[in-house]
């Protein structure tokens, strides 16, 4: 590097990152900080002490406060203008109602955000019967500009806690303050926190978990002390809140875990350290950073379950238990005994497979029979009558009973072998070893014969009862409505019913559930029982109920749910875009209708917020590479103390931005522009941080200044130019001159649009 060392010679100074190899070797191993070198922000060098001066003698409890009320100002600025139901306030606005009439609901999400938009909906008067309907005027009872207003603080809060983790980071106030205006001012993160929706709440929560994780990086050194175990703690409280939030906050949960193995592997390598206290280290951040998060996830669960009380069709994956629970429920009062002649609806426990069902359409493979299938809704085809071919323990082998036998009367119990009829299309169920289920090839297919031919005179109708763990109020070894899950056994041999968790074909199967016949056997419950013979009863009074087992039930539910959100690749839709394209913007999406007289919002960020830290987050590994590569070459010019502490808080940041952006390329459910806001969120600062350092090393101090005015400047123009689209444009689009940087964006018109 000749040129370089030249240069710097005649400046009168070493170069900022390289050292001259020709000097000795204390020379080479302890050289001292470049001049406008600072990787202690906070040490008052006279560097540090000029740019502090940029803020003038103001407090900085009154910058925060400032920068607070310009948050204040860019995200409640006309936030009443469109008094429709817009975008997806319909879903949530409806789900904040749920909670107001007490009616369970299910949805994707975890409750917190959706409790909060309940809150505000509460604090606005709201009396929870309005729906919610996308696109209809809001009734005059219903406070939207208040509960719009109310989730707006949520985005507001992001700049304080901008401002505290850069400084927490080391950032000097003039460039903490740089970062905080870059978050207030991005166009995205406005118009995102100006409706009813759970993305304000989610960023302020990631905010929150980065806030106090960098509080907890900066006092690290100091353990055990109090202000450490209030950074500890909080950052527990901030994990919890944000997984509870939406499930995209688990990403903050990978970065703080990723930052907590760091450090107890740091521990771990001092050689004098104490076990005890070790130990000690390890069990601190078990409670704080485990327990107690899932202790405010779960408690979040269990409000969720206590606001809810009036049964919704939407419950019925539910165990029977909590359903028997919720007030108007239409399956309590059911006769008890199941009987010969009885009208069962047998609901699967597999997730997602809904009621044994059939239909009179045939499989286009296989034995070409009536197909049998899972399917998810209340249905007069899910209706089966029960036959008690033969009681249990009156025969000595199953293939000695007649399928033609006559029905037995009186209650159907554990290992009695019954045939199911199918009402609508007067069939039996059959099992067919001879040929493969329609799509899981390890198994035997199911189907359904009609009555009085002579496939329903073979074996292949006959099941055996097998009754699992039924409640302990029902277990006398007779089959009961909701309380006695039972396994279907084929007698021909082993084969038992179960749902294989796949989807038939839709075209000719219309993505129903799999029913076939295999070795493990699925569990089967009678949800509806139909007998005009004998009468009803309340059957809640036998049934439990455990909220561990409606926790798991749900969660497990919503990742189901979660995963079914494929995107349809035969239709454009004009709200779902790729993560590829999301840093740099490719496709802002249009939030509401974009006729000439509505109100036209466009989810679009400020692009040099987008595009500045995109580039800054994919040269990052470049740049890290590099300074490697230097530091085994011996050619840094930095103390290993003052590395450690720019690269770490550079790593946070960045890490940060990586786990919640690449995990989206792994996921087969659709996704969207905001699902990026909380990785943009860590861009932004990781951007600031950039910006101070780089220009740290090779800048003079009115350079820098000049470099953070501009810079400010020039992301106040592009907010003011795109802020029409962001507090909303109600005139014809194409009076709105010069809005379509790129090629792509749907300003004037959607170019994907079918």
Known sequence: MPTMYAAAERRGKKPAIFYDQRGTFDELHLPQRAEGFSAYPLAATRNEKRIAQGVGRVSERMLVGLLTLLAVVTKLYRIGRRSSVSWDEAHFGKFGAKYINGTFYHDVHPPLAKMLVGLSEVLGGHNGTFDFKGGTEYPSFVNYSFMRQFNALFGIALTPMAYITCRQLRLPPAFATMAALFVTLDNAICVMSRFILLDAPLLAFTGLSALALSGLYRHRKQPFTEVWWQWLFGTGVALGLVASAKWVGMFAVALVGLFTIGELYELFCIPRLPVRLYVKHWAARIVALIVIPLCIYAMCFKIHFALLSRYDNSANFMPMGFQTKLRGNPISRQPYEIETGSAVRLQSHVSGTGYLHSHVHHYPLGSMRQQVTGYGYADANNLWNIERRA??????????????????????????????????????????????????????????????????????????????????????????????????????????????????????????????????????????????????????????????????????????????????????????????????????????????????????????????????????????????????????????????????????????????????????????????????????LFMAYQIYHISSWYAAPRVMSSILYMAVAAVVFVFWWFSPLTYGWDQPISKLWGMEWMSTWPVYEDKLAL
């Not at 299309?425 to 189907?447: C, I, N």
């Not at 089959?479 to 179960?498: Q, Y």
């Not at 070459?633 to 946070?652: D, H, N």
């Open 391 to 684: 009681a249990a323990g009156s025969f000595d082998n199953a293939h000695d009973v007649s399928a033609t036998a006559a029905p037995i009367s009186g209650p159907i119990g554990h290992g009695d072998l019954i045939a199911l009829h199918h009402n609508s299309t007067d069939t039996y169920l059959y099992a067919d070893l001879g040929f493969e289920a329609p799509v899981s090839k390890q198994h035997r297919e199911v189907s359904a014969v009609r009555a009085g031919g002579s496939e329903a005179s073979r074996r292949n109708t006959l099941w055996r009862v097998e009754i699992v763990d039924p409640e302990r109020r029902m277990d006398d070894g007779h089959l009961h409505p909701l309380g006695t899950p039972m396994r279907l056994h084929s007698v021909l041999g082993n084969c038992v019913l179960l749902s294989s968790g796949e989807r038939l074909d839709k075209n000719w199967g219309w993505g129903q559930a799999e029913i076939a016949c295999g070795s493990h056997g699925t569990l089967w419950t009678i949800e509806r029982h139909i007998n005009k013979k004998l009468d009803p009863i309340d059957l809640g009074r036998f049934m439990s109920s455990s909220f561990v087992r409606d926790f798991a039930v749900l969660n497990r539910q919503m990742w189901l749910t979660n995963n079914a959100l494929i995107p349809d690749h035969d239709k454009h839709n004009v709200l779902e875009s790729e993560p590829l394209s999301w840093p740099f913007m490719l496709y802002p999406m249009r939030m509401v209708g974009w006729d000439d007289k509505s109100i036209k919002y466009l989810e679009i960020g400020n692009p040099l917020l987008w595009w500045g830290s995109a580039f800054l987050c994919v040269l990052f590994p470049v740049q890290a590479l590099y300074w490697l590569i230097c530091w085994r070459r011996r050619m840094l010019a930095w103390r290993l103390p003052a590395f450690r502490e720019y690269f770490e808080g550079a790593a946070i940041l960045w890490t940060g931005w990586f786990l919640h952006y690449a995990p989206f390329f792994a996921m087969g459910r659709v996704t969207y522009l905001h699902h990026y806001l909380p990785a943009l969120y860590f861009g932004i």
